[in-house]
T-cell receptor, first 112, second 112 residues
Framework: EAQVTQNPRYLITVTGKKLTVTCSQN?????MSWYRQDPGLGLRQIYY???????DKGDVPEGYKVSRKEKRNFPLILESPSPNQTSLYFC???????????FGPGTRLTVT | QKEVEQNSGPLSVPEGAIASLNCTYS??????FFWYRQYSGKSPELIMS????GDKEDGRFTAQLNKASQYVSLLIRDSQPSDSATYLC????????????FGKGTKLSVKP
């Protein structure tokens, strides 16, 4: 089944404890992206990647890191999480930047 | 001015009616426009993409783009209770290969 998977789906952590949210797709998509969704602010792009080893900042990249070493994986790294990073995170992938994006199920992160 | 604006709603229509969802954007040079649907607690899913002025129809859905007026709309004919969701307008930022800006979404409620 074609899909985007994210792990973990739910995570509660403490301020400053490094964490990684994994994202994997099995559709051989070139493009992958991370978003966060917050009430009243909508869906905002954090980082995106047009291909392996090619990443670019979205609109809210501060406090996040990404890497794209393999085509199928695009992990989101929070080196030192803070409470303002409490949010619902979505990973998405598509054939290209113009194409339909397929979203993962989301990861609900709480930083205390 | 916000880059992508939508009326947050809720927009309430009776079953069988036409639901009209609107979106305006600030960058006149934007070329790619998308409508996503998001059910509560779920991931966004693409309904329509549109790139040229005019109408694009897909089943009960019609997307309309007017670049001169900088708006894009989504019409849902014969609305069903299952159409009740939040509809997100997304615009690809000019000059970027994959930077998508989402509006905050319009919540649609279709009453039986």
């Amino acid at each position: 089944e074609a899909q985007v998977t994210q792990n973990p789906r739910y995570l509660i952590t403490v301020t400053g404890k490094k964490l990684t949210v994994t994202c994997s797709q099995n559709m051989n998509h070139e493009y992958m992206s991370w978003y966060r969704q917050d009430p009243g602010l909508g869906l905002r792009q954090i980082y995106y990647s047009m291909n392996v080893e090619v990443t670019d900042k979205g609109d809210v990249p501060e406090g996040y890191k990404v890497s794209r070493k393999e085509k199928r994986n695009f992990p989101l790294i929070l080196e030192s999480p803070s409470p303002n990073q409490t949010s619902l995170y979505f990973c998405a992938s598509s054939l290209g930047g113009e194409s339909e994006q397929y979203f993962g199920p989301g990861t609900r992160l709480t930083v205390t | 001015q916000k880059e992508v604006e939508q009326n947050s709603g809720p927009l309430s229509v009776p079953e069988g009616a036409i639901a009209s969802l609107n979106c305006t954007y600030s960058d006149r040079g934007s070329q790619s426009f998308f409508w996503y649907r998001q059910y509560s607690g779920k991931s966004p899913e693409l309904i329509m993409s549109i790139y040229s002025n005019g109408d694009k129809e897909d089943g009960r859905f019609t997307a309309q783009l007017n670049k001169a007026s900088q708006y894009v709309s989504l019409l849902i004919r014969d609305s069903q209770p299952s159409d009740s969701a939040t509809y997100l307008c997304a615009v690809k930022r000019r000059g970027s290969q994959g930077n998508l800006i989402f509006g905050k979404g319009t919540k649609l409620s279709v009453k039986p």
